[in-house]
């Protein structure tokens, strides 16, 4: 089918490597490697002949859709049950709707992350082409008129300038101790009407009410969050060379309102390589982690009803973040692209994961500077922690 897909710039390729590093696991330790060497980046993937015979047996042109997604859009709606009835159409259908947004600017390209997730876009936006495609049949007039203003917005920007290869922090420095998380308090939470709250597992298929996101309800089921941090300080401060300040004077660098500030730890690897990480416990209840010179990182990130979080699961977050940095699967950049963005990379020190995010930094110009010189001497991530 090679001879249908011909419609956008270059031959068609496959997936880029997924976005994540392996674990090599040898008698129950972990050494890493990089899960592939830097490849160019994708903006034609292969896959979307069915897409092209199916637009020919409804009497248009795919090569009409490929430089119109007002046009491609409008003609999925109307055809998008026939297609998802069918998988193979299905796939090929996404495959083609993100060669069209990569189309639409010469910096665009996909990426896998390592959820398995396609993505397509820039670095300042990304879009998940699976996720769009699942929402399509419910989008409504209003919600396609946002989605096409946005991409003729995005497509219209300047340029960000060349790409950087993806920060790949590899963890190297597990300490031989491992970390046990502490037993957290077991609380039962009641709705006003006596039934019980199952709070993780509240909402099903249908998602959460629209007013659950305006409503916070036992926020205090968070409280063993403090717990966490107070073991990963002690168990860190004991694995690793570090200074251990509890100066309240280190909030001022975290994003928190200093009158719900109860307790803070900074903790500085003795090698100037190593990136610090800063607690702060706050009586929401929660903490505030600030990993290396420029990112913050709320636990929890939001204490909503709709999002309904738990302290297990926040306190996973929360101890992937702290041992990843201390065994160097981390990485900052600063100053990013035109409009000068921060970025961070996340590997999981077992190897079980990554996270990364990008975006403008709400910091003065002297902080600014001096992040920028310090990154300067850790392109390609932070160094591990020395061990004991």
Known sequence: MGELEGLFDGPATG??????????????????????????PVKHLAGYAPFVMFCESRGVSAGQFATDVSALLAFLRTTIGDISAEPGLSESTTIFVGNVIAAMRPDAHWRVMADGAREVGTRGMMITVDRLMDGLPEADDGMVAGLLRHLTEWADEESDGPALPPLRPVPTGQAAE????????????????GQEIEYGNRWG??????????????????EGLHLVAHALIEYLGGAYYVDVSRDPAHAADVSVNAREVIDVARLTPRDPLAAPLTFVLTSAPGVVVRAGVLHNFPFPVCGCDACDETAESEATRLEELSLAVAAGGYGERYPVGRKKWAEYALFAADGSGNRRGAGPRGATSEQLAAAEERLRDVPDGWRAWPLR
Do not use: C
């Not at 046990?180 to 009641?190: G, I």
């Open 15 to 40: 997936l880029p490597a997924l976005i994540s590093n392996k674990a090599v696991l040898s008698r129950g330790t972990a050494q890493y490697r990089l899960a592939a060497e830097e490849e160019a």
């Open 205 to 222: 298929s249908e998602g959460p009410p629209a007013d659950a996101y305006s409503v916070e309800t036992h926020g205090e089921r968070f």
């Open 178 to 193: 491992l970390y046990v998380r502490p037993e957290l308090p077991s609380r039962q939470y009641r709705h006003a009407e």
